[in-house]
């Protein structure tokens, strides 16, 4: 198994394209906020100088694949901008249903598809050590 994938050395897990390319024929996203020069998937992303978590995504319909090292606060920003405005968001990350971001921000106030195996970042050879989840967020719902 690829220890890097369980290595915080860096953040930058490029989606897979085929991946994106499902969802985005879906939802025909307008922004990435967790981005890079060399990994964004819309023409309007934000990198780690632009501070996504501190942009205003209102009206966008966003993909979010977050930095795992900071990932309760990038669930908490999803679900603040899903739920609280008028923006769909769409976020794919690890499949932890034990944490307290997931009851907190995900379990009853949003979509949730279950990934069946295991993705394939970037150019690793390797799948990576967790399944992953797609939780959606489609505007203004009540709070629950």
Not at 15 to 37: G, K, R, S
Not at 56 to 84: M, Q, T
Not at 95 to 110: A, E, G, L, M, V
Request: hydrophobic share 30%; net charge negative.
């Amino acid at each position: 198994m690829n220890n890097a994938l369980f290595s915080s050395n860096s953040d930058e897990w490029a989606t897979p394209q085929d991946v994106f390319q499902e969802l985005n024929d879906e939802f025909h996203f307008t922004l990435d906020p967790c981005a890079t020069d060399r990994n964004h998937k819309c023409a309007h992303y934000y990198t780690q100088a632009d501070n996504g978590l501190q942009q205003d995504w209102g009206g966008e319909c966003v993909f979010c694949n977050p930095p795992y090292s900071d990932i309760a606060h990038w669930v908490r920003k999803c679900y603040l901008e899903g739920i609280k405005k008028n923006t769909v968001v769409v976020l794919l990350i690890p499949s932890r249903t034990d944490t307290k971001y997931f009851h907190n921000y995900i379990y009853q106030r949003s979509e949730i598809r279950f990934l069946k195996g295991r993705l394939h970042f970037n150019d690793s050879k390797w799948n990576a050590p967790f399944p992953s989840m797609v939780v959606i967020f489609r505007g203004y719902t009540e709070d629950k």
